[in-house]
């Protein structure tokens, strides 16, 4: 099994920043890409970024440009720096790391973008 703990989430201001941090223990061996998610009210829970143990990342269209996935794996970490950040970036960002045979999830974090 693999525990994955998120923290930084919070309220900030449009035009402001966060880092998300994501710590992984357990049966982190079996730990393939690693990524983030979030879903907002009403909404389905989508993909903000992923990346390979190599260092390739994706992200969605949304955050391009605005948001950065990065990966410490001797600390078993992955973060997201939040840049630029918009109000309809609210959501519960959720951490995701790709197992041998299923997908582990945090509990997640809220991120509230408000005036």
């Known amino acids: 099994q693999v525990q994955l703990v998120e923290s930084g989430g919070g309220l900030v201001q449009p035009g402001g920043s966060l880092r998300l941090s994501c710590a992984a223990s357990?049966?982190?061996?079996?730990?393939?890409?690693m990524g983030w998610y979030r879903q907002a009210p009403g909404r389905q829970r989508e993909v903000v970024a992923a990346?390979?143990?190599?260092?390739?990342?994706n992200y969605a269209d949304s955050v391009k440009g605005r948001f950065t996935i990065s990966r410490d794996n001797a600390k078993n970490t992955v973060y997201l720096q939040m840049n630029s950040l918009k109000p309809e970036d609210t959501a519960v960002y959720y951490c995701?790391?790709?197992?041998?045979?299923?997908?582990?999830w945090g509990q997640g974090t809220q991120v509230t973008v408000s005036s």
């Open positions: 995701n790391a790709a197992g041998q045979t299923h997908d582990f």
């Open positions: 357990g049966s982190i061996f079996s730990i393939s890409d």
């Open positions: 990346m390979t143990p190599g260092g390739s990342t």
